[in-house]
């Protein structure tokens, strides 16, 4: 059983329907969309016991500010249907991804659902990068093709020991060995 498993919260029904039809054509690491958001809020599930639902919810919704229509009145909407809480956690991933795509990063530890659901989707998102360098059949290569991507390892790597002790011990260790794995198999790529 997963977080996802019915019977679930109406507000995680009602964001996995969101997330199916603001997802709908898009793609995340060679995959559907929605099949990461879907993704991140499972590994969630497997490290934290029972999660609030609006952070379930919120983990589902996390990359709509890209994939909602963008005539959709994204805060009034996602205020209306899911509240305050769910509104801060998806506009603070946003920020975070921003800050990561301009080369910015910051660590934000002080906001624990927030950190929750950006430790889920580091390893998501960094256990399917490892997965694909190792399809393409050489490892080095895709790696070498993403410099920024191998210049924010170190920022990774402080990101996880941020989130020691501040999120599940199992969440940090999955993450650091996920961060390991993709160390060594982008070494060659340096």
Known sequence: MTVLTPPRAAPVDRALADARRWCAGQ???DRPALAHAVRVAVVLGEHVTAPDPDLVAAVLLHDSPEFAPPDLDLDAVLGHR???AVV???RALEA??????TGHPV?????LPVLLASTADKIVALTSLTRRAGKSGDP??????????????EHFAAFADAGDGRVPASMTLQLKQVLDTLTATARGAR
């Not at 080095?140 to 390892?153: E, G, I, T, V, Y």
């Open 27 to 29: 793609v995340i690491d």
């Open 82 to 84: 899911y509240g305050p």
């Open 88 to 90: 801060r956690i998806v």
């Open 96 to 101: 975070e991804h921003h800050a990561l795509d």
């Open 107 to 111: 660590i934000t530890v002080d906001d």
């Open 140 to 153: 080095a290569a895709f790696f070498a093709a993403r410099p920024a991507l191998l210049d924010l390892l």
